[in-house]
């Protein structure tokens, strides 16, 4: 079953086309990159998904519920979560509270619970600390708990992120270059984890520029270049593809 | 109907003197985003300057022929270089230093800033308004039943002929692009070898000079002001700027005029008690349903 | 903290713990008024209660939320008039002043959700102009509608409380006590918000609002509520202080008295409850007790110096100074120390390097 379908998607920003009529589907419980060079319109092909931007034209549609026009938090609660390409933490929280926050579309407690740590609230957060601290687990942070997101080093502040984004327990996964900044070893790792995560039954959705780490953990590749779809299949199609090629030679990433 | 074309060139007149204060709003707040609260105090400063060199002048009542010419020439314009000075001192003082801090730094400094100008000013000149002596001959026109006076033409004047030197300037000269780059993106505009420091403490500059005419030409027109007379016509004015679309030139122009329009109707046929309200009101609705304002165009934020 | 740390080292361990120093605070406090036994101080101590009410209010929306609230005195109005009209001569309602306490802080509520509901979606300095706006038309409201607000001479011969059959009448002691428990509550929720996932939401909102919504945070409506706290601890201070003064009146409420309260969160550390009540505490005695003394000191050594007129002044420099050399305020929490500190370490950083700092934000 289709995840995620767009279908003509176009953003448009003041004369520039970002996204060009972008058409385009998500099998559950795939793992699947988008590459092409800097400036295609991947990260706003993101933007768009998660609703910062409304598409100038064409719709979305998440398991099976038309998304065009919602709001980033609906969406998110939704279950689409993210990561940014430039590190989005909340710097000055510590790992766990990035987490916990993460936490916060599937966390109950409403304004009276809050103001009154009302028995109910205080073994919601007794739990979701447990699910925090386990997350942290999975995602190798099990000893900078309560360290500021901002004081961790790079590598583990993109996995820290990615740690934040499951704790909304989402079905759909959007990465957004997490490979970026990375040595040798820390993609090894990277590659690991995106595999366990989506054998939780997560769908991952990537866009990264190291080729190796794409057609090694791919699926389906899409191909994108000035917003414009220009090729898509499986590792083997895309490599071949001589309008990637050309594409890769004429402006190099 | 007269008094509607009556309040339309009062209107005008106070727009022209809102124009001129949101014009520094909007350099200021397209270069470093920041809603520069002392602004409108560096307006009554601007008052205040001209009323002191007037008295270093001597001057106390009109004058006529060409030493009026010269009289407005050395008051307006010390006036301006005064308050541009005053401008470049706050942001160098104040601002600079926050430039990279949360966005609740340098406004909370700038209320600071705008408290301590107004304090200063009430030491100086004391809590009571001070009269601005009647420097222009101010014969009156009468068409129809509507009554315009001489001081009303020289404030619509003085606020155009200032802002076309001003786009001018911005549009078709080297710092004018400079500070155009700055506004856009400071880092490419660095890496452009433009100085960002240098273009910003010239932003504050021009846009405090404005402000400085402004004052001129505000004692001018009601002949006296007082130390709390910037916290209003601040506010009104950031509506104007906002109104006409932040960051634009010819929208805080636009916007100015809009202002003083609304407050001139307002006051005629609501009443004078409503006229903050109603411009307050205006800046709620326009926030909301427009925030790019009229001339603004709207582009999603960068991400 | 770092200020009373050495005091509290020689406690012993089970006393250094929040919790006990809350509570000695708190005792402490309680005694005050009792061990100064001087009817002038603990009228202070009571006025002042009140404005310890508003700064811990408004610290929910600036401390907490990050948004800059420049008109907060609208809402501490709201409160003060609520009270004035539903317990006096002016319109024969007599109202029971602890039902009042919270119909005032209800109606607060309501009107910081009427002024956050449409502004709450702008960038922050926006709304923090908006605000600004909002505190100019409401004491300007209330100063026009005469007919049903008195006008400039506001409303007078409000009801004191009862309590039990207890008269407060005009002994500052009961008002200060009420305050006290005012403060307790208040600080206890503003606490247990902060710690809860509604704090949580405000403080990720507050570091980045985009990955806030990310995280399925509905931001405008978490913002409200931030809001709505925040207006509604200004219902609780209107009442106490209406009650006490008998007397609400639009000078009351003007810009200078949002700023005052500003001011106490930036000298005390935005964020921090303990910060907080010492900013306000010492901003108070700044004005009832340092400056008149300091006034006539100077008279006294022959200075013909009126400090007492240079309040605003003061203010002023207190929000420059504090946000360029001190920004997490006296008193800080550790985060909003780190936060605010954070743009000079990275032009340091920057410095050092000898690269600029361009990140490529797409
Ligand atoms: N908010 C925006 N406003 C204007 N232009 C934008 C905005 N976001 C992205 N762009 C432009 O859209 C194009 C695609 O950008 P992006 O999606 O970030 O590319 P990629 O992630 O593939 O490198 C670029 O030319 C970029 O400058
Ligand atoms: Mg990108």
Redesign the pocket.
Known sequence: MALLTMEGVT?R??G?T??DALDFTIEAGSIVA?I????????????LITGI?TPSAGRIAFAGTDITGWATSRIAALGIARTF?NIRLFGFMSAIDNVLTGEHARLHANLVDSLLHTPRQRAEEGAARERALAMLAFVGLEDAVESYARNLAYGVQRRLEIGRALASEPKLLLL??PAAGMNPSEKRDLVALIRKIRDRGITVFL?EHDMALVMEISERITV?DH?EKIAEGDPAQVRSDPKVIEAYLGSP? | MDVFFQQLINGLSLGGIYALIALGYTMVYGIIELINFAHGDVYTLGTFFSLAILTLLGVDSVVHGPALIGVLAVTILGAMILCGLTGVIIERLAYRRLRNAPKLAPLITAIGMSFILENLMLYWRGPSPVPFPQVIPNPQFALGAVTIQAKQIIVVLLAVVLMVVLQTFVYNTRLGKAMRATAQDKDAAQLMGIDINTTIALTFLIGSALAGAAGFVSGMYYGSTWFFNGFGAGLKAFTAAVLGGIGNLAGAMLGGFLIGLIEAMTTQFISDQWSNVVVFSVLVLVLIFRPSGLLGES????? | MRLIAPLTARLPPALRTPRAGTALAFAAALALPFIGRNGAFTNFLADAGAFVLLALGLNIVVGFAGLLDLGYAAFFAIGSYSYAMLASPQFGIHLPFWVLLFVASAIAAIFGILLGAPTLRLRGDYLAIVTLGFGEIVPQTFLNLSQWTGGPNGIGSLDQPVLFGYRFGFNPLPYYLMVLGLIALAAWLANNLRTSRLGRAWMAIREDELAAAHMGINTTSTKLAAFAMGASFSGLAGCALASKLQLVSPDQFMFNVSVFVLAMLVLGGMGNIPGVIVGSLILSALERFILPQTTNFMHNVGLNVDLTNSRFLIYGVILVTMMLFRPEGLIPSRQRKAELHAGQADRRAAAAEGELLTEVI?
Do not use: R, W
Not at chain 1, 36 to 47: E, I, L, M, R
């Open positions: 953003q920003f003041g520039l970002a996204v988008m092409g060079p800097n400036g295609a319109g991947k990260s706003t092909a993101f933007n931007y390409q957004d270059e866009i994108l917003g990433a | 582009l999603p934020n960068k991400v | 797409h």
